[in-house]
């Protein structure tokens, strides 16, 4: 018999993956964001990887050009990012706009994985599924980094609405 260790050996990385792995199998709650991460992990070859983040970016619809003011805007991105959430019926819906293309890919993947949340579910999800898209390998340092800070400004917002 395996014997698990106790959680508190456990490390924070492991014990990341595991809140991970019990968010993700509410499939019926994060199905979007599920489907889109699985097309990206069953994607062996890097090139298609980065292709289909590229096509999101070309599908990602033009948004309003009232979110781009500071208050919308990613810090620590190269690219110039611009991110908001909507609240209506008790979900939000995001829109969002960036200057280049990779980035408005990654943006796009978030927007389309995230919309029609709620804000305690876009709150509560584990940044974990970031590393298991794989992305890391086609990405440069600051492009992964500014994934990253795309899903943490989302979340910022979404925080936002918990509060009112």
Known sequence: ?????PRSTLSSSSAASDVYKRQMEKK??????????EKLKNAED????????LWLGKKLK???NSIL?????????????????????????????SDAL???????????GMNELTPKQVVNINNKFIEDTGLKASLTPSRSNGFLNILLKMQ?????FLSK
């Open 1 to 5: 018999m395996i014997r698990r260790p």
């Open 28 to 37: 019926e709650t994060y199905t979007e964001l599920n489907k889109l991460v």
């Open 46 to 53: 890097p090139k298609r990887k980065y292709e289909f983040i």
């Open 62 to 64: 033009v948004p309003n």
């Open 69 to 97: 003011i500071p208050e919308n805007k990613v810090q620590g991105c190269v690219s110039e990012v611009f991110v908001k959430a909507s609240f209506q019926e008790g979900k939000l819906y995001w829109e969002g706009y």
């Open 102 to 112: 990779i980035t408005k890919g990654l943006l796009a993947f978030l927007i389309n």
């Open 156 to 160: 910022s917002q979404a925080n936002d």
